[in-house]
């Protein structure tokens, strides 16, 4: 898989890809993260990216052609351009397992007020992270690319993936590890008994209980 991040400010981003899960799935070639600054596809004075908006308003609006040519300069027919937006659908452990299928994700981050409009006749999919508003789309190009790319074959194990929260539903189960006892807290007795299909029974009633509780919106 190949994944371009589209930003003004890639140096944000460079810590994140280049260390643990996501920089082994690099070193492996089993992913290619590319940061590219649209400062660089500006045609204006001093790299200028952005212009007030038409009509008036607060704010500074990302300008149509920096970022236009920014996707065409590394765009295929195999690419999926997604623009992260809190207008966007949101995203989910669901939509994570589908984008992984994808050969080719072309992520944009927004920064100041706002897109041009017209820069959606370019894009394929609008992505929120959450009903909230962030600073810039960095910190969202980061979950979407951390979430997609510990999807891929060979990066982590199987068995740690499939029995994840959200995978089939469910939140995931307690875990424990040592000491069995800490401050008169103890390890649940099923898990030291060494029976597998009672700790599975457990872990599976665990998670119906804890997503209930917690997530009960889910467990609808």
């Known amino acids: ?7 003004l400010f890639p140096e944000m981003l460079e810590g994140f890809i280049n260390n643990s899960i996501i920089k082994k799935a690099q070193e492996k070639k089993l992913v290619e993260i590319n940061l590219i600054n649209f400062r660089e596809f500006s045609h204006l004075n001093n790299q200028q990216v952005d212009d007030t908006p038409y009509g008036g308003g607060a704010g500074m609006v990302l300008r149509c052609e920096p970022i236009v040519e920014a996707i065409e300069s590394v765009k295929t027919e195999n690419s999926l351009v997604i623009l992260l937006t809190p207008q966007g659908k949101t995203y989910t452990q669901q939509m994570a397992n589908n984008l992984k299928k994808y050969n080719h994700l072309i992520l944009i981050c927004g920064h100041y007020e706002g897109f041009d409009e017209r820069i959606l006749e370019f894009v394929d999919l609008e992505l929120s992270i959450g009903d909230y508003v962030l600073t810039g789309g960095e910190a969202a190009a980061l979950v979407v690319t951390d979430s997609i790319v510990r999807l891929l074959d060979n990066v982590i194990k199987d068995d740690s993936k499939n029995n994840e929260s959200f995978e089939d539903g ?7 590890t040592k000491p069995r006892e800490f401050r008169g807290l103890k390890v649940p007795e ?11 029974q457990w872990r599976k009633q665990e998670q119906i209980k804890k997503t209930q509780e917690k997530r009960p919106d889910l467990f609808k």
């Open 170 to 176: 469910l939140l995931d189960y307690p875990t424990y």
């Open 1 to 7: 898989m190949k994944i371009d991040i589209l930003t």
């Open 190 to 200: 099923v898990l030291l008994s060494g029976n597998h299909q009672e700790i599975a």
